[in-house]
């Protein structure tokens, strides 16, 4: 019986003709559990899910610690296969990426810190996370840039999604030195690859039922090349007639985010436009520890926070905020289809946010990383019934 | 600093006037309504550069006029997307062809505007002629484009000098590199480097380097945390919209282009604003500003400083504000304001 219902749930999936990503990984887990109700927790508690978690540097691993205790308190059935990667550590090498890799291919899911980058050229052009990330092939990084009920910055009720290709671009890693003094980078923009995020970008839009996908670019400067991304999106802008489609240049873009965020919906760009975009919406939010974001590849899906700083002055000394990365450990949950879970988790945050009691430092309170995840727990305890 | 031969017997300076597409030209007819009844010594030789053909002619001539006269006062030309890609974006050939290597903008709170930060007080400087704008890009193969970003280090060292020259020169404190030297190593190493070798000479301002992303957060969040900054051009080009966003938008703020012979100036943040042309709502206070910047270059600060005294005081009215800063007065009501602000200063002036 739960052959014939996981064949038909495979043809299901199938007709609905949704794209690979939100497929997912084959595992002996209850079928009935997966189709039950939102409200109720899973029939089985004993099949976990088993995902990738790579702490990084810098407040990455309290930030672990915080979602590990949070998981725990919450029974959530997911177990961690934990890797220590770190350049700066001087942890990295190409075997340990080869471990990590494979147990992404077994996983499917990772949950990520930030891998600090060093700023030192040591011979490698290339940092590990982007070499993580081409391996991978994770080119889209969604950002989701929503107002905390609660914490009130210059600019309420903002609801934005950033959604950023994140293979190719500025950060090919391409650089020489031609003449002694004269540094040449390569900016890569391909038409595959733009045609590809653009398609994502309007799916995510159609999915998520939003009304407009604006396209952010520099063509005016850099004809051929964002030339070339701008036509990608407008090719594939005129297969979905009902999302409204607008492009709109990378400095009259900030300027507008900065007076009146409130026009745009979903944005879609390239690499570098992409980061400072993220940062920069994250900041009109509450800054880099409210703001979930995730990466998407075809076959994986990679959970971290939206703005990536590693925020080595914050080690060791308990201030980080989890917010960001207890409400993508939330979203992950989504992605694994747990979804009680996930309610539960981020309910439980965004109360703790809205009560106002309990604040990390960089929303203006004074507890410390460790308070925080005691009232996230608590409130955990306290979820209504449903 | 500048070149001189555009100083006439009379005392009389001759500036060269890019009108430019947009709300350009109508703004700079009332820069020079301005000028002509403030009795201001400077005679305008207006040059067109007309958008939509593709040849040169129109740049070059603009150039030669340019390097003629010293100083030039333009809007912005607009940079059609219908042409082929080999037609250069026309605002950038003049840039380089000129060599203005330093873009300034100073970008300030002014009283009479509201806006959600308060206190700002930033001085931007960005290289104006290389890094991404360096227009070097082909498709290698077909459906994959390569960019060129150029970074040398004659021009960092160059634009590091301007920046703590300027800083030490207008009391200022701190330098602070915006850069992405953790993902472009080489190229943005090269600008960080060049800096911190700059910096070594001026140990009475304090230096220190920051990544573009982490930047705008700052900006967003504490924008008073900066004093002068200094980078390369796309980043220049977006951390100064950002500034300029801060303090109440492209209407508000000059900006100004430095070579080592030449000077041109212009709004800041470099819009045609095709939408708002001929309908009397632009805001004419980055133009008259940036008339002002240029006044104080040819060194008439007399003048510079009754105008812009004049600009600052119609900014407190909040009556006269313009669309863009949330008001409904028209550009005439304000540049009225302002040329009545000057008569009523008792300085000689020509009829209203």
């Not at chain 2, 919209?241 to 703020?253: E, H, I, S, T």
Request: net charge neutral; hydrophobic share 40%.
């Amino acid at each position: 019986m739960a052959v014939a219902l996981k064949r038909s749930l495979a043809v299901l999936v199938k007709s609905l003709g949704g794209p690979k990503w939100w497929q997912q990984a084959s595992r002996s887990v209850s079928i009935s559990a997966s189709l039950s109700r939102v409200e109720s927790p899973p029939a089985r508690a004993d099949a976990t899910f088993k995902v990738t978690m790579l702490p990084g540097d810098g407040v990455g691993p309290e930030l672990m610690t915080a979602v590990k205790d949070v998981f725990k308190a919450g029974d959530v059935p997911v177990e961690f296969d934990e890797f220590h990667l770190s350049e700066v550590q001087n942890m990295a090498s190409e075997d340990k990426l080869e471990e990590l890799l494979s147990s992404m291919k077994n996983n499917k899911v990772a949950i990520k810190g930030k891998i600090h980058t060093p700023m030192e050229f040591k011979g490698e052009l290339a940092s590990y996370e982007m070499r993580l990330r081409r391996k991978l092939d994770l080119f889209a990084n969604v950002v989701h840039v929503n107002s905390l009920p609660g914490y009130s910055t210059r600019h309420n009720n903002l609801d934005l999604v950033i959604i950023r290709e994140q293979t190719e671009g500025e950060y090919s890693s391409l650089e020489h030195e031609s003449v002694p003094g004269v540094i040449e980078c390569l900016k890569i923009i391909t038409r595959a690859k733009s045609r590809r995020i653009a398609k994502f970008a309007f799916d995510y839009a159609t999915k998520k039922g939003r009304n407009k996908v604006t396209a952010v670019h520099k063509a005016n400067i850099m004809k051929l090349g964002d030339g070339l991304f701008l036509q990608c999106c407008a090719e594939v802008a005129q297969l979905y007639p009902k999302i409204k489609y607008e492009n709109i240049i990378i400095d009259n873009c900030c300027m507008q985010l900065v007076q009146n965020p409130y026009q745009f919906d979903v944005l879609v760009m390239p690499n570098l436009y992409g980061n400072i975009i993220d940062n920069l919406a994250a900041g009109l939010v509450g800054g880099a520890g409210v703001v979930p974001g995730e990466s998407y590849s075809a076959e994986y899906a990679v959970f971290e926070t939206g703005a990536r700083h590693p925020f080595a002055q914050a080690v060791g000394r308990n201030i980080a905020n989890p917010t960001a990365m207890l409400l993508s450990a939330a979203n992950m949950l989504r992605h694994l289809n747990l979804e009680y879970h996930s309610h539960m988790v981020s309910d439980a945050v965004k109360r703790v946010i809205k009560q106002g009691k309990v604040r990390t430092r960089d929303l203006g309170g004074y507890c410390t990383t460790g308070d925080f995840v005691h009232a996230v727990v608590e409130n955990l305890r306290h979820r209504p019934n449903y | 600093m500048y070149n001189k031969l555009g100083l006439h017997d009379y005392g009389r300076h001759t500036v060269t006037l890019i009108p430019g597409d947009g709300i350009g030209p109508e703004l700079l007819n009332h820069v020079r309504e301005v000028f002509r009844f403030s009795c201001v010594p400077v005679d305008f030789e207006v040059v067109h550069v007309n958008s939509a053909l593709e040849t040169d002619d129109d740049m070059n001539n603009a150039i030669t006029a340019i390097r003629r006269n010293g100083v030039a006062l333009k809007g912005n030309i607009e940079t059609k997307h219908t042409l082929p890609a080999s037609v250069k974006s026309r605002n950038n050939v003049l840039r380089t062809s000129l060599d203005l290597y330093a873009n300034v903008m100073h970008c300030q709170s002014l009283p009479g505007v509201q806006t959600r930060h308060k206190n700002i007080d930033i001085m931007i400087i960005r290289e104006n002629t290389e890094g991404e704008y360096s227009s070097l890009e082909h498709e290698s193969v077909s459906g994959v484009v390569e960019s060129l970003k150029i970074i040398t280090r004659n021009n960092s060292l160059r634009i590091a000098e301007y920046a703590f020259q300027l800083a030490r020169d207008k009391g200022r404190r701190r330098v602070t590199a915006v850069h992405k030297a953790n993902i472009m190593k080489l190229g943005d190493g090269l600008f960080l480097q060049c800096c911190k070798e700059v910096a070594s000479g001026y140990p009475d301002i304090t230096f220190d380097s920051m990544i573009v992303d982490n930047t705008t957060m700052q900006l967003v969040s504490k924008p008073q945390q900066f004093d002068v900054m200094v980078m390369p051009n796309l980043y220049g080009n977006v951390v100064s919209n950002v500034c300029a966003g801060l303090v109440g938008g492209p209407g508000l703020v000059p900006g100004a282009n430095y070579g080592r012979d030449y000077a041109v100036f212009e709004t800041a943040t470099r819009n045609t604003g095709k939408s708002i042309a001929g309908r009397n709502i632009a805001n004419p206070t980055a133009l008259l500003l940036a008339s002002c910047m240029m006044l104080d270059h040819l060194e008439l600060n007399d003048h510079a400083t009754s105008i812009r005294n004049a600009v600052l005081t119609t900014m407190n009215e909040t009556r006269l504000h313009t669309a863009d800063i949330g008001g409904q007065g028209t550009t005439l009501e304000v540049v009225q304001s302002i040329m009545r602000i000057i008569q009523s200063k008792g300085q000689l002036t020509s009829e209203f």
